[in-house]
Structure formats: structure tokens, C-alpha cells
């Protein structure tokens, strides 16, 4: 199956600092997701992007498809984006309703 | 729309019970995921489901694991007999058309 690899594993940062966290995937994508595990667990949705560049507040990512990589950066961060960041893929192959598979993610601590 | 819902949110159950998780999809959509989270092994798809019926449950891990959805608003995830090891949070998902998907809040199960 399709491979995710995340990177750093771990992230430190001072508020106000900015960060980018990368998504490395093994194989061609046609669903990519950026996921926010808060501090008491809910997987919040931060973008859709199995392609091309989203901005929303101060954060925003890029998938570029053909070299099988995403970034996700934030902006000024807040204490408030602590937490684990997860990027999940579905393979390109299986057609539309393909599964999605995670990423070991990133646990990011924002300082204040 | 009130997202993703499942069913208890948090349960607690002895060694050899039957535990059964429940989760109701966003209306509309068409996939239905049920994934697990533990420390060691992170967020691991556990089945998955198209149009109500099972596509791939590569995931689960022996039989004494089972998941249905007899209908589009409706699916459980029974584990017969529970086992400690089977302690992790149980995340229910589902995704429309537009291949964004949604996480319920988690069933964080504890089996002693």
C-alpha cells in the first residue's frame, strides 16, 4: 500500500514563529488531506488539497502531485495550534471512493 | 448538519464483553470509515465501507471484530469477545462525493 511519511516528528515553536511541516507520499494521490488532532482529540479538518495551493487565516498548504509532497504552513502561530498535525492520502488508482491512509503525524507545541 | 456522531463517547467494559460502537455519517455521504488510534500504532483503518457496503476490511484484526451498515445513516463496529489490547479511541468517518472526509469525536474504549 501507499506510504506516508511526516516530517519533523516533533516541533517546537515560540509564539509568533512560523512553521512548515512537510507530507512525503510513495505513490500518485487523488485525495490528500491536512488533519488537526487537538489537545482533547478531535480530528479537525484544515484542507483538501491533492493538488495546488489553499490559504485560510494563517495557515496554508501545497500539494505538488507530481513529486509526491505536501506543506503545510502556519503563520504567526498560537498556542492554540499545539497538537498533533496528520496528512492522510488516497492512492490515485482507486477511483474516487479510495481509502484514506495517515500519516504517524506531528506533534507541534507553541510556546507562549 | 451536526457532523459525524458516535455512540458512547466514552465505555468501559471487562475482558470477554461485547462492545459495540455506533456511528452515524453525515447525511448524504456515500463512504463510511472506522479507524483506531493508539500510541504504538497510530490512526489505523480498521474498514471501510461504499454505498453501505464493505470494500475493504484488510484492517480488522482477527474475528472477533465485526462491522455493519445496514442502511446509509447507520453503522456499528462490535468486538466479541473484548480484550485489554483492544483498548485504543475508535473514530468513525465518512466523506460525500466531494472526497472530503469527516471524523466523529472518537469512542475512547477502555477494556479491563
Known amino acids: 500500500g501507499i506510504q506516508v511519511e511526516q516530517s519533523p516528528p516533533d516541533l517546537i515553536l515560540q509564539e509568533g514563529a512560523n512553521s512548515t511541516l512537510r507530507c512525503n507520499f510513495s505513490?500518485?494521490?487523488?485525495?490528500l488531506q491536512w488533519f488537526h488532532q487537538n489537545p482533547w482529540g478531535q480530528l479537525i479538518n484544515l484542507f483538501y488539497i491533492p493538488s495546488g495551493t489553499k490559504q485560510n487565516g494563517r495557515l496554508s498548504a501545497t500539494t505538488v502531485a507530481t513529486e509526491r509532497y505536501s506543506l503545510l504552513y502556519i503563520s504567526s502561530s498560537q498556542t492554540t495550534d499545539s497538537g498533533v498535525y496528520f496528512c492522510?492520502?488516497?492512492?490515485?488508482?482507486?477511483?474516487?471512493?479510495?481509502?484514506?491512509?495517515f500519516g504517524k503525524g506531528i506533534t507541534l507545541s507553541v510556546r507562549p | 448538519d451536526a457532523g459525524v456522531i458516535q455512540s458512547p463517547r466514552h465505555e468501559v467494559t471487562e475482558m470477554g464483553q461485547e462492545v459495540t460502537l455506533r456511528c452515524k455519517p453525515i447525511?448524504?455521504?456515500?463512504?463510511l470509515f472506522w479507524y483506531r488510534q493508539t500510541m504504538m500504532r497510530g490512526l489505523e483503518l480498521l474498514i471501510y465501507f461504499n454505498n453501505n457496503v464493505p470494500i475493504d476490511d484488510s484492517g480488522m484484526p482477527e474475528d472477533r471484530f465485526s462491522a455493519k451498515m445496514p442502511n446509509a445513516s447507520f453503522s456499528t463496529l462490535k468486538i466479541q469477545p473484548s480484550e485489554p489490547r483492544d483498548s485504543a479511541v475508535y473514530f468513525c468517518a465518512s466523506r460525500g462525493l466531494d472526497r472530503v472526509a469527516f471524523f466523529g469525536q472518537g469512542t475512547r474504549l477502555t477494556v479491563v
Open positions: 447525511s448524504g455521504h456515500n463512504s
Open positions: 492522510a492520502v488516497g492512492p490515485g488508482r482507486s477511483g474516487a471512493n479510495s481509502k484514506l491512509t
Open positions: 505513490d500518485s494521490v487523488n485525495n
